[in-house]
């Protein structure tokens, strides 16, 4: 059998519960390597670390550093734009986020720019004319560094394609990760030849959910956890297709070879697989995985695409 070899596109380590700390309290140690340790074992080959402001993008980039398969963003999501006006002078906050991101470039450590776009499920940490207004601003980040975008889309999906429209020819690519929109919203995204669709837990919930996954051609989609948020639970409408299981524990009752209930985390991108593999009805989830690796590097790791595609070919000889 063909070995799975997966990238997470979207996982928030710079999040406290990777530091073992829950609503601002300590219930066990920081344990990113333990949690690497599961991923690389599971078949997850790359993981890209999501950075949401300034702050933290700088974290993700010294995270991103420790170990030479984890890579990492630079931008400001939507909610949180009022940083860019805070310190009283938004040009510098932007030449600070653009200095990072070449920094990050140089280390070979940024693959994009974001997480970038628009949230109107949330406008009480910032108004639509500033998440506007700061969403355009980084597409001059995309242009000077030519990098590709990593994008949020949540209740926008009308404002966030005519901006994606008006400056289609200031980025070369990019992906609107964790998709839980409509099915127009995804035909919409589908329309821009260099959009792509990342899918995680939040994608598989319900029935509706599964039904706009399947309209997805595989390739234009991603995968991702978008951890420790987004878990497949129970109770979603994909949880039937899960094949893979982890043991878990509380996090009052942690131990270090188990993943915490409730916490999401980058193994479990393979639960993430196998749901789009079981509503796509496809049975060679090596081959499913193979198109999704390949789109993913296309996108992020455009310089090693051929090195990773002949590795896979390579996969699939050995294993005959």
Known sequence: MATVRMIDIAVNFT???FKGIYHGKQCHVPDIPAV???????????IIVTGGSLEESKEALAIAETDARLFCTVGVHPTRCKEFEEGGDPEKHFQALLSLAKEGIEKGKVVAIGECGLDYDRLQFCPSEIQK???EKQFELAYS?????FLHMRAAAEDFCDIIKQNKDRFCAGVAHSFTGS???CEKLLSFSNLFIGVN??????LENLDVVKGIPIERMMIETDSPYCEIKNTHAGVNFVKSMWPSKKKEKYDQNCTVKGRNEPCLVRQVLEVVAGCKGITDIDQLSKTLYR???RVFFPHDLDTAADALLAGDRDTK
């Open 295 to 297: 789109n993913t590097c």
């Open 145 to 149: 560094t030519k990098l590709p975008m």
């Open 183 to 185: 099915a127009e919203d």
């Open 133 to 135: 207004k700061y969403f």
């Open 36 to 46: 690497l340790s599961r991923a690389w074992s599971a078949g997850v080959d790359r």
């Open 201 to 206: 837990g939040c994608s598989l919930k319900t």
């Open 15 to 17: 999040d406290s519960m």
